[in-house]
């Protein structure tokens, strides 16, 4: 049965929103899901590659008006077949480096299901082929305005989640400071079993406490803008954060060689006061 072509708008426009909804999920209100992140790089990485496919459709979409084009378009999908195995196993591996064993077998185990599925149909292109545009608009629209959405909603989000996160530590530090106040001192340490101040953001576990001299640092790890880092913001009151990259250098490092090994490539201000971001690679 032909697909009318109405129908093939609307799987092209909820093909974008699922991408899009997935790369948002880390940076939304909500309890924390530790599949936000995985399923958010993945996303972010096939709209990346799958701007392969855009050649592609330019080709496919010209196959309709060029009877040499379209005796080739076998090759160009079995050209597609290939892109879309690359791109899936990218994804799969994107899953597996962030720890997400189990989500990666499976991205890999249904990406393997759709080429085979798809390889047998392919060889009808040699006797007839398609005149239809609908391959052309998934090939070329679906990878492109993905790509071109996800350059322009990231970064507003980032900033979301992140201004959320450090409003939402607000009661946290006031409680720390109304304990320093009774006793004097900051305390210890907060390591308990349950998180009783919540950063409130999906992709945001929970807030981390370390006495620093005679203050302290509040931060929390939210992902980052940039691909392949690692985003940590610090509170300290008195504007003195720090962030580390490994604890063996906070072990083997005196405090003066150890400001010049935190390992951070980037550090950058906030709007809100006491507060820094630091990118690590």
């Not at 691909?227 to 580390?244: D, H, I, K, S």
């Not at 083997?252 to 060689?257: E, R, V």
Request: proline share 7%; glycine share 4%.
């Amino acid at each position: 049965m032909k697909i009318p072509m109405w129908a093939h708008f609307l799987l092209i426009i909820s093909a974008i929103a699922v991408v899009i909804l997935c790369t948002l999920l880390p940076f939304l209100p909500g309890p924390y899901d530790p599949l936000a992140l995985p399923l958010s790089m993945m996303a972010r990485v096939a709209g990346f590659f799958s701007l392969l496919f855009a050649p592609i459709g330019v080709l496919w979409m010209a196959s309709r008006y060029s009877r040499v084009l379209a005796a080739k378009q076998h090759t160009l999908a079995v050209a597609a077949l290939s892109v879309l195995s690359l791109v899936w196993a990218t994804v799969s591996l994107a899953a597996f480096a962030l720890g997400s064993l189990l989500l990666a077998l499976l991205c890999l185990a249904l990406g393997v299901y759709v080429v085979v599925s798809v390889k047998p149909r392919l060889k009808g292109l040699k006797m007839a082929p398609t005149s239809t545009a609908a391959p052309a608009l998934y090939f070329l629209v679906v990878p492109v305005a993905v790509f071109l959405l996800q350059q322009v909603v990231l970064e507003p989000a980032v900033q979301f989640s992140r201004n959320r996160a450090m409003n939402n530590s607000a009661q946290l530090i006031s409680d720390i400071q109304q304990y320093r106040a009774a006793r004097g001192h900051y305390p210890p340490s907060l390591l308990s079993v349950n998180k009783d101040y919540k950063p409130g953001v999906i992709g945001i576990e929970k807030f981390h406490y370390e006495p620093s001299g005679d203050a302290f640092n509040l931060l929390f790890e939210q992902p980052a803008s940039p691909l392949g880092t690692q985003e940590f913001v610090v509170y300290n009151p008195r504007g003195e954060q720090t962030a580390t990259s490994h604890a063996m250098d906070i072990l083997q490092y005196t405090p003066q060689t150890l400001e010049r090994a935190r390992g951070y490539y980037a550090m950058h201000d906030v709007p809100h006061t006491r507060w820094k971001y630091f990118w690590f690679d």
